[in-house]
Antibody, heavy 122, light 109 residues
Framework: EVQLLESGGGLVQPGGSLRLSCAAS????????MSWVRQAPGKGLEWVSA????????YYADSVKGRFTISRDNSKNTLYLQMNSLRAEDTAVYYC???????????????WGQGTLVTVSS | QSVLTQPPSVSGAPGQRVTISCTGS?????????VHWYQQLPGTAPKLLIY???NRPSGVPDRFSGSKSGTSASLAITGLQAEDEADYYC?????????FGGGTKLTVL
């Protein structure tokens, strides 16, 4: 059974940093691309970032480019999102999602975690 | 403003058929990229409903169907049931990353 468990969310001040983690199990982690998708309170889904199965290719939404860094440790079956220079508009539930192939291009997120809440406020 | 455009809300009575549209452009849906649909029940994570324009994952009832034409896609739900009340999102790919529609809230009257 595929399981994705996010952690690391919490309250942080504007300009601060936070690192999210997503522990994966139930599949061969290194064979699949992974993604972070967020949802601001009462709003829709926003694709944030993705990384190929090998970690060699990364992708970012314009809204987070230069501030967020996605990475993965295939030996630990864990996905990360390092978030720097956080803003109030980054407040959201952050979901970790698995793609159905090793590449992001033309793939679909077939499994999702339950999400972790990030609140950016002073 | 979302890259893909969906109606904010749709509604229907139990047993009826409803459709949800998803309009993109020549850089995403029109470029030939697949469209996927997700269902999000209140307070829960999104769940994959339709992938590759018209395919249903195992366990999704055949009351749900998807189609794509040109720069648009549609999700159809027949035989509406109370448990279908949820938010629905379309997703595709666009120049380096994923893009979502703004979501459509389905109300079962």
């Amino acid at each position: 059974e595929v399981q994705l468990l996010e952690s690391g969310g919490g309250l942080v001040q504007p300009g601060g940093s936070l690192r999210l983690s997503c522990a994966a199990s139930g599949f061969t982690f290194s064979s699949y691309a992974m993604s972070w998708v967020r949802q601001a309170p009462g709003k829709g889904l926003e694709w944030v970032s993705a990384i190929s199965g090998s970690g060699g290719s990364t992708y970012y939404a314009d809204s987070v480019k230069g501030r967020f860094t996605i990475s993965r440790d295939n030996s630990k079956n864990t996905l990360y999102l390092q978030m720097n220079s956080l803003r109030a508009e980054d407040t959201a539930v952050y979901y970790c999602a698995k793609y159905d192939s090793s590449r992001v291009y033309a793939s679909v997120c077939d499994y999702w975690g339950q999400g972790t809440l990030v609140t950016v406020s002073s | 403003q979302s890259v893909l455009t969906q109606p904010p809300s749709v509604s229907g009575a139990p047993g009826q058929r409803v459709t949800i549209s998803c309009t993109g452009s020549s850089s995403n849906i029109g470029a030939g990229y697949d469209v996927h649909w997700y269902q999000q029940l209140p307070g829960t994570a999104p769940k994959l409903l339709i992938y590759g324009n018209s395919n249903r994952p195992s366990g999704v009832p055949d009351r749900f169907s998807g189609s794509k034409s040109g720069t648009s896609a549609s999700l159809a739900i027949t035989g509406l049931q109370a448990e279908d009340e949820a938010d629905y999102y379309c997703q595709s790919y666009d120049s380096g990353g994923g893009v979502f529609g703004g979501g459509t809230k389905l109300t079962v009257l």
